[in-house]
């Protein structure tokens, strides 16, 4: 498997904030924490069968981050790839209220969300890093 770049598989779920503050997170860790180290990989893409998607995660290692419990896009990387390399639940990060709360737009993020936001960034970047350095 080749580690010169990790794969982040990010939850797409607009019916909670789980799935916002992953994709903010996801997209934070890409273009400012580990720019040029992280690629992200679209969720909805990968699953209607998008190749390159897939290629990437069978040839490099993949983090899943999940908004919820649900595991979409470890169980898609699975069904399509092989297992990932990590996995991020948010919940597990923020709170299971404050995953399963009401979606906000990112217009309309405060402080708190953009706490979170840092937070599961945080623990991506953590696992990026132990991944890169095996």
């Known amino acids: 498997m080749n580690k010169s770049k990790v794969g982040v598989l990010s939850c ?3 019916e909670c904030l789980g799935g916002t ?5 996801t997209r934070k860790v890409m273009e400012e924490l580990r720019e040029g ?3 992200s990989l679209c ?3 990968y699953v209607a069968g998008g190749q390159e998607e897939r290629f990437f995660a ?5 983090i899943a981050v999940e ?3 649900k595991c979409c896009a470890k169980k898609a990387t699975e069904k399509y790839s092989g297992d990932v390399s990590d996995l991020v639940v948010v919940s597990d990060i923020i709170g299971e209220e404050a995953a399963a709360g009401k979606t906000v737009s990112t217009r309309n993020l405060s402080q708190e969300h953009l706490d ?3 937070k599961v960034a945080e623990d991506i970047c953590r696992k990026v890093d132990k991944i890169l350095a095996d």
Do not use: T
Not at 21 to 25: F, G, H, K, M, V
Not at 58 to 62: C, G, L, S, T, Y
């Open 58 to 62: 069978k040839a490099f290692p993949v």
């Open 37 to 39: 180290k992280v690629v």
């Open 67 to 69: 908004g919820c419990d």
């Open 21 to 25: 503050i992953s994709r903010l997170a």
């Open 12 to 14: 797409s779920g607009e």
């Open 116 to 118: 979170m936001v840092d």
């Open 43 to 45: 969720l909805p893409l």
